[in-house]
């Protein structure tokens, strides 16, 4: 079963424009990462935050989590043609090896 | 980016013949993973690795096999391919267990008719 679920499924914006994407899960987590597909490629990671954190920025991303809520939102800022990709959240569980579980994604477009 | 090499990137068999997927680091990680990604479905972890002939099953792993012999190959065994497998298949690799970056490969699409 997937722990992560993100929303919205898929997002359209103009470039320069913010874009946020939520994910939430169902049970408790050591830390929930982002990660970013392009198409036909494999994934990257761009930002981990543990559960003991509430927010995180790297670069033009901001992430948060919310413990209680069971929820994260990333935030992209300035939005750039190539954001354009596929963005999935991946909640790292407390006991047990590394075993991400991931969402099924937001497929981000970014309109010149 | 990560020195992982999956291999073959792209093949096509028939229905009830094996398949062997290679995933070969050159990173020295101890964790190694196969994961699946279908439409609908994100990714599905099917069988990860914590050392040389240490592994355990994932999410869906019936009909699949792995093995470790070294620490920079991992191999994904489909011992008779159904249609239910047409997938694309990621390596992924990380350093450590807690909460550590884990790092994809490229994919291996498989197509099984």
Known sequence: ?112 | DAGITQSPRHKVTETGTPVTLRCHQTENHRYMYWYRQDPGHGLRLIHYSYGVKDTDKGEVSDGYSVSRSKTEDFLLTLESATSSQTSVYFCAISPHMDGNTIYFGEGSWLTVV
């Not at chain 1, 408790?28 to 392009?38: A, D, T």
């Open chain 1, 1 to 112: 079963s997937q722990q992560g679920e993100e929303d919205p499924q898929a997002l359209s914006i103009q470039e320069g424009e913010n874009a946020t994407m939520n994910c939430s899960y169902k049970t408790s987590i050591n830390n929930l990462q982002w990660y970013r597909q392009n198409s036909g490629r494999g994934l990257v990671h761009l930002i981990l935050i543990r559960s003991n954190e509430r927010e995180k920025h790297s670069g033009r991303l901001r992430v948060t989590l919310d413990t209680s809520k069971k929820s994260s939102s990333l935030l992209i800022t300035a939005s750039r043609a190539a954001d354009t990709a596929s963005y999935f959240c991946a909640t790292g569980p407390i006991q047990g090896a590394q075993k991400l579980v991931f969402g099924q994604g937001t497929r981000l477009t970014i309109n010149p």
